[in-house]
């Protein structure tokens, strides 16, 4: 069954470092999402990016993030100078493009540590 | 603004008990509902989602879950647990509009330990 991939597992980084996490949506679909959790809160929204442009995003999605998929198979997130609440899991999702109550299909997640 | 509460946080439950955890949302319009599971060191996958039609929607692994529209709620079931269903569970809400683009809102998610 085809998946959602995500590398790497585990970043660690420095406070004011850029991190680039990197996805592999399922190859037909055509809507991706990144979303973050902190440990101990909710799994939160960050983006959504459809046909080659940012679709919806939230509060948290400032000017230190950024996503693209620059070569059709990749979707990336950007974070240009992290912070330490920068801390969290971060998942990517993707879905087809059938109907709004499609199913998102979501990666195993990065980890990523500032410190 | 949209949001999701799940009633319990920590649920812990012997083989073969029964399990409901509670989902409420705030949205008043149409809505589409998804339970998700974490498995230990796995990543999200879908138990079940209602979008349209019979309210009492069933899912994978003999999860169910109900939706009551007049109570804004979408609690998930299973009539006996096992020690595999141990995972954290997590309640989200799809609220389509003419600008929706498919994201979901979580819940904090409920800790579910079955004890063998």
């Known amino acids: 069954e085809p998946e959602v991939t995500q590398t790497p597992s585990h970043q660690v980084t420095q406070m004011g470092q850029e991190v680039i996490l990197r996805c592999v949506p399922i190859?037909?679909?055509?809507?991706f999402y990144w979303y973050r959790q902190i440990l101990g809160q909710k799994v939160e929204f960050l983006v959504s990016?459809?046909?080659?442009?940012?679709?919806?995003k939230s509060e948290i999605f400032d000017d230190q993030f950024s996503v693209e998929r620059p070569d059709g198979s990749n979707f990336t997130l950007k974070i240009r100078s992290t912070k330490l609440e920068d801390s969290a899991m971060y998942f990517c999702?993707?879905?087809?493009?059938?109907?709004?109550?499609?199913?998102?299909?979501f990666g195993p997640g990065t980890r990523l540590t500032v410190l | 603004a949209q949001s999701v509460s799940q009633h319990n946080h920590h649920v812990i439950l012997s083989e073969a008990a029964s399990l409901e955890l509670g989902c409420n949302y705030s949205?008043?319009?149409?809505?589409?509902l998804f339970w998700y599971v974490q498995y230990p060191g796995q990543h999200l996958q879908l138990l079940l989602k209602?979008?349209?039609?019979?309210?009492l929607v069933k899912g994978i692994k003999g999860f169910e879950a109900e939706f009551i529209k007049s109570k804004f709620s979408f609690n998930l079931r299973k009539p006996s647990v096992q020690w595999s269903d141990t995972a954290e569970y997590f309640c989200?809400?799809?609220?389509?509009?003419?600008?929706?683009?498919?994201?979901?809102?979580f819940g904090q998610g409920t800790t579910l330990q079955v004890k063998p």
């Open positions: 190859s037909n679909h055509l809507y």
């Open positions: 949205y008043g319009g149409t809505v589409n």
């Open positions: 990016f459809y046909n080659n442009e940012i679709s919806e």
């Open positions: 989200a809400v799809n609220a389509p509009g003419s600008s929706n683009t498919g994201k979901l809102i």
């Open positions: 209602y979008f349209s039609g019979d309210p």
């Open positions: 999702a993707s879905r087809e493009e059938r109907g709004r109550a499609d199913t998102q299909y």
